[in-house]
């Protein structure tokens, strides 16, 4: 690591940086120029911008990668078993050489991601819910940094100080698709974990593509009965396992803990409290309770956060906000703003993602959320997201730590389209390049 990204490491939230853009540049320009002989798509970018180095924020904004950059690979090449292909895909976008590695014996997704393991690649996955995942690689500088990352950042969220000695439950599996075997890296040591089987990537592309096959009237009876047993199979075992996690949780709830999981298995473990007669509020108040993401189509009632909060109590309970091709999160401080660390480069663009738009006279811009991670070296840390937000530039936050800082109103594009769909310009011309790039590979 060099003794730039040295110092933009240590930088905490409560530490003021006069010249914090400054040296976030000059991170930024090594990435481009060390990455760029690598990596096929950011060379391509970046000659077609005709950008030599990277000396001001506005030069960065034609370098970012769209979202969905990480799943531009042709779903042909999984559903067919071109394992060969979709490595040779991700080495567009990819600082790894990946396409190197004999994949001649892989059977499905899963033994794909095993092989790239066993050479020392490790891939990010998203959760795929919508039947088809982005893949990032990251190396092992890259998990160091975002331990770091990770610790410093409970100096933002309020009440809680730095959990790393306390008792840690993670209700989620250790191996599935956010994280895969990468999991075990950012845990803390000891943690209790709701389950130790691995989820397959290879099984829930197989119920995306039943569901489709559903929706277009094509599926037959015996793929939905067997998908609709495998996921009652799947839930059963893991409800299983939450009481077993559950009673570990319960019994410790008179000291500080540290419980992080979907919203959706925090209102499963509520649910078991109550039928076990858990008290309301009965957990120590200097826990900490990290619920991410959604509910993942379990159905609540209205008030479900309501009840949330009453049956876990006065406890530190601070959202994040993040994604997986950006691999670091922002934790919202006791102002209920998310905080960006200084690892992050934000820049706020048009709707189409093309523009850098400029703060008004309150420090405070609306637009498209996107970042540089720069910590990563796996991949290209600049990804402009699908989120709309608010952004106040303002140096220090009402909470008093410095910014920038993101309200909380985040909302998709695609939730403000009447089609409901994102149009993002950039994701089509990276798109089209990517696939452009591995047509040799295809004839």
Same mark, same amino acid.
């Not at 240590?10 to 914090?20: A, N």
């Not at 974990?193 to 691995?198: G, K, P, Q, W």
């Not at 706020?348 to 996107?370: C, M, N, Q, W, Y």
């Given at each position: 690591?060099?003794?730039?990204?040295?110092?933009?490491?240590?930088?905490?939230? @409560?530490?003021?940086?006069?010249?914090?853009?400054?040296? @976030?540049?000059?991170?930024?320009?090594?990435?481009?120029?060390?990455?760029?002989?690598?990596?096929?798509?950011?060379?391509?970018?970046?000659?077609?911008?005709?950008?030599?180095?990277?000396?001001?924020?506005?030069?960065?904004?034609?370098?970012?990668?769209?979202?969905?950059?990480?799943?531009?690979?042709?779903?042909?090449? $999984?559903?067919?078993?071109?394992?060969?292909?979709?490595?040779?895909?991700?080495?567009?976008?990819?600082? #790894?050489?990946? =396409?190197?590695?004999?994949?001649?014996?892989?059977?499905?997704?899963?033994?794909?991601?095993?092989?790239?393991?066993?050479?020392? $690649?490790?891939?990010?996955?998203?959760?795929?819910?919508?039947?088809?995942?982005?893949?990032?690689?990251?190396?092992?500088?890259?998990?160091?940094?975002?331990?770091?990352?990770?610790?410093?950042?409970?100096? $933002?969220?309020?009440?809680?100080?730095?959990?790393?000695?306390?008792?840690?439950?993670?209700?989620?599996?250790?191996?599935?698709?956010?994280?895969?075997?990468?999991?075990?890296?950012?845990?803390?040591?000891?943690?209790?974990?709701?389950?130790?089987?691995?989820?397959?990537?290879a099984e829930n592309v197989e119920f995306a593509r039943v569901r489709n096959a559903v929706a277009n009237g094509t599926a037959s009876p015996s793929e939905v009965k067997h998908m609709e047993s495998r996921i009652k199979e799947r839930s059963d075992g893991l409800l299983s396992e939450l009481k077993v996690i559950a009673d570990k949780i319960f019994a410790r709830r008179d000291v500080p803990q540290t419980i992080?999981?979907?919203?959706?298995?925090?209102?499963?473990?509520?649910?078991?409290?109550?039928?076990?007669?858990?008290?309301?509020?009965?957990?120590?108040?200097?826990?900490?309770?990290?619920?991410?993401?959604?509910?993942?189509?379990?159905?609540?009632?209205?008030?479900?956060?309501?009840?949330?909060?009453?049956?876990?109590?006065?406890? =530190?309970?601070?959202?994040?906000?993040?994604?997986?091709?950006?691999?670091?999160?922002?934790?919202?401080?006791?102002?209920?703003?998310?905080?960006?660390?200084?690892?992050?480069?934000?820049? $706020?663009?048009?709707?189409?993602?093309?523009?850098?738009?400029?703060?008004?006279?309150?420090?405070?811009?609306?637009?498209?959320?996107?970042?540089?991670?720069?910590?990563?070296?796996?991949?290209?840390?600049?990804?402009?997201?699908?989120? @709309?937000?608010?952004?106040?530039?303002?140096?220090?936050?009402?909470?008093?730590?410095?910014?920038?800082?993101?309200?909380?109103?985040?909302?998709?594009?695609?939730?403000?389209?009447?089609?409901?769909?994102?149009?993002?310009? #950039?994701?089509?011309?990276?798109?089209?390049?990517?696939?452009?790039?591995?047509?040799?590979?295809?004839?």
């Amino acid at each position: 690591m060099s003794s730039t990204i040295d110092t933009l490491a240590s930088i905490r939230s @409560q530490d003021e940086v006069d010249d914090l853009t400054q040296l @976030q540049l000059r991170v930024a320009h090594e990435r481009l120029v060390t990455q760029r002989s690598s990596m096929r798509a950011l060379d391509y970018r970046a000659n077609e911008a005709g950008i030599e180095s990277i000396d001001s924020v506005e030069n960065l904004v034609p370098l970012l990668f769209a979202h969905s950059t990480y799943k531009t690979y042709p779903e042909s090449f $999984i559903e067919q078993g071109k394992w060969s292909l979709l490595s040779t895909w991700l080495d567009t976008v990819s600082t #790894c050489e990946v =396409s190197k590695i004999d994949m001649s014996d892989v059977v499905d997704l899963d033994a794909w991601i095993d092989r790239l393991a066993e050479a020392g $690649i490790t891939i990010i996955a998203s959760s795929g819910t919508s039947g088809k995942h982005s893949f990032i690689t990251l190396n092992e500088s890259d998990f160091e940094r975002l331990r770091v990352a990770q610790s410093q950042m409970w100096d $933002i969220a309020p009440g809680i100080g730095h959990p790393d000695s306390r008792p840690f439950a993670y209700l989620g599996p250790l191996s599935a698709p956010p994280l895969l075997g990468a999991r075990r890296r950012m845990l803390p040591s000891g943690a209790d974990v709701l389950t130790n089987e691995r989820v397959r990537l290879a099984e829930n592309v197989e119920f995306a593509r039943v569901r489709n096959a559903v929706a277009n009237g094509t599926a037959s009876p015996s793929e939905v009965k067997h998908m609709e047993s495998r996921i009652k199979e799947r839930s059963d075992g893991l409800l299983s396992e939450l009481k077993v996690i559950a009673d570990k949780i319960f019994a410790r709830r008179d000291v500080p803990q540290t419980i992080s999981g979907m919203v959706g298995m925090f209102w499963r473990l509520m649910e078991l409290g109550k039928e076990e007669g858990i008290p309301e509020g009965s957990f120590h108040p200097e826990s900490l309770m990290l619920m991410n993401g959604g509910l993942k189509g379990l159905v609540v009632p209205d008030d479900f956060q309501e009840q949330l909060d009453r049956f876990f109590g006065n406890v =530190s309970s601070p959202k994040m906000y993040g994604m997986t091709e950006l691999s670091s999160q922002m934790v919202m401080c006791e102002a209920r703003k998310y905080h960006v660390p200084a690892e992050l480069l934000p820049l $706020i663009l048009d709707e189409s993602g093309e523009h850098l738009l400029t703060p008004g006279e309150d420090r405070k811009v609306k637009g498209r959320f996107a970042a540089f991670n720069l910590l990563i070296e796996g991949h290209w840390g600049g990804v402009i997201s699908g989120d @709309q937000v608010t952004a106040d530039f303002s140096p220090f936050c009402e909470c008093g730590l410095r910014g920038p800082v993101i309200e909380e109103n985040v909302i998709r594009y695609s939730e403000l389209s009447v089609a409901g769909d994102d149009k993002l310009t #950039c994701g089509g011309t990276m798109e089209q390049y990517i696939r452009g790039s591995i047509e040799p590979e295809l004839a």
